[in-house]
């Protein structure tokens, strides 16, 4: 909810792509705002029964893929923020700015021109399209994720416990 008052925050204000690290600032106080315990909603330590682990998955998976997808979000603003204005500070041509940040338009830009980022678009939209490029890399690192996870829980040096020691192993490490 925060994340979305940020954004209508933010065109309400009509700042344009440039000024895209402004809105961190806006999006930390409305979350702070709106939700002040978001922290603990999706990084919660808890330690579950071998017999919930099965009936938790989905909420571990769901939490992992809201954390990469906010945490790319945030990442793209940062690091396109930062890329676009160098070539600007180094008084590149504003051309080489536009192909820098053209990695943030992927993979949505290549079915729809409209959703190419330029500095001439507004924020609140820059964010929008940030928003559903990072929903499909989180979800595909999400699978990579889960699959390598499964095969690393399959593996007979887990399954048979020699990776770890217990403590009556002490006389045998000698």
Known sequence: MGFLLSVAI???????????????PILVYCVYRV??????MF?????????????????????????LWLGLIVFAVVYGSFIGTLPF???APRQEAVQATDIFSLPLGLVNP??????NKGLAEVIGIL???AYFWALG???????VHGFISRSRVTQLGISSTTPNDDDELL
């Open 131 to 133: 928003t559903a490029n």
């Open 10 to 24: 933010v065109q309400f204000l009509g700042l344009k792509a440039y000024a895209a690290l402004l809105w961190l």
């Open 89 to 91: 500070l180094l008084g």
């Open 114 to 119: 409209r959703f190419m980022i330029n500095p």
């Open 35 to 40: 939700f002040p315990l978001a922290g603990f």
């Open 141 to 147: 690192l999400t699978i990579v994720f889960k699959v």
């Open 43 to 67: 990084f919660r330590l808890t330690v579950e029964k071998p017999s919930d682990k099965a009936a938790g998955s989905y909420k571990s998976t769901l939490r992992l893929f809201l954390a």
